[in-house]
């Protein structure tokens, strides 16, 4: 069964410092996710994407977070520098398209210290 | 502004019993309603979805409830095992114009 994977699964790293997450959706999956979910809240999106194009990034901090997706397949996601608010899950999610369901990767956990 | 309010935050039910929970939205342009599962250290997982011109539907031990004029949606899981316990979150969309927007969740746990 195809999955939406994601790397690495944990990340602990240090105020002030870069940390990247990386996610790889299900093959053919034109639309790709990201959200945060905070402990004991439900997910909320930083962005989304169609192939290449940002489609919706009004809830992304843009002075600290920075995310890609430049052949429309893989995508990162960029803290530049993390702060401690910013210890979270963070989800990747993709669908076929804009209209259809979404299946989501089992998430990197990130402490920051 | 929350826009989909889920309760409670948190149930016990013994093994067999019937696990409630309950959601209610404000954006009438929602569409779709899907419910999700999530285990500790992984993502959701979609369990059960809905549209509103439907009043029910039923998948297996689940089932959700939809009261289109009361704005509100529950899901229902029939016969529940230890093997259910995990936080559920309800979510709404308005299909491809709006983010799916989520519940804060409710953490079920089953005991034996």
């Known amino acids: 069964e195809a999955e939406v994977a994601q790397s690495p699964r944990y990340k602990i790293t240090e105020k002030s410092q870069a940390v990247a997450f990386w996610c790889d959706p299900i093959?053919?999956?034109?639309?790709l996710y990201w959200y945060r979910q905070i402990l004991g809240q439900g997910p909320e999106l930083l962005v989304q994407f169609q192939d290449e194009s940002v489609v919706d990034d009004s809830q992304l901090p843009k002075d600290r977070f920075s995310a890609e997706r430049l052949k429309g397949v893989d995508s990162t996601l960029k803290i530049q520098p993390a702060e401690l608010g910013d210890s979270a899950m963070y989800l990747c999610?993709?669908?076929?398209?804009?209209?259809?369901?979404?299946?989501f990767g089992p998430g990197t956990r990130l402490t920051v210290l | 502004q929350q826009q989909v309010k889920q309760s409670p935050q948190s149930l016990i039910v013994q093994k067999g019993g019937i696990s409630i929970i309950n959601c209610a939205y404000e954006n009438t342009a929602f569409d779709y309603f899907p419910w999700y599962q999530q285990f500790p250290g992984k993502g959701p997982a979609l369990l059960i979805a809905i549209r509103p011109d439907v009043s029910e539907k039923k998948e297996g031990r689940f089932t959700i409830s939809f009261n289109k004029s009361a704005k509100q949606f529950s899901l229902h899981i029939m016969d529940s095992q230890p093997g259910d316990s995990a936080t559920y979150f309800c979510a709404a969309w308005n299909s491809g114009n709006t983010p799916l927007v989520f519940g804060k969740g409710t953490r079920l746990s089953v005991i034996a």
């Open positions: 093959s053919g999956h034109a639309t």
């Open positions: 999610a993709s669908s076929l398209g804009l209209r259809n369901e979404q299946f």
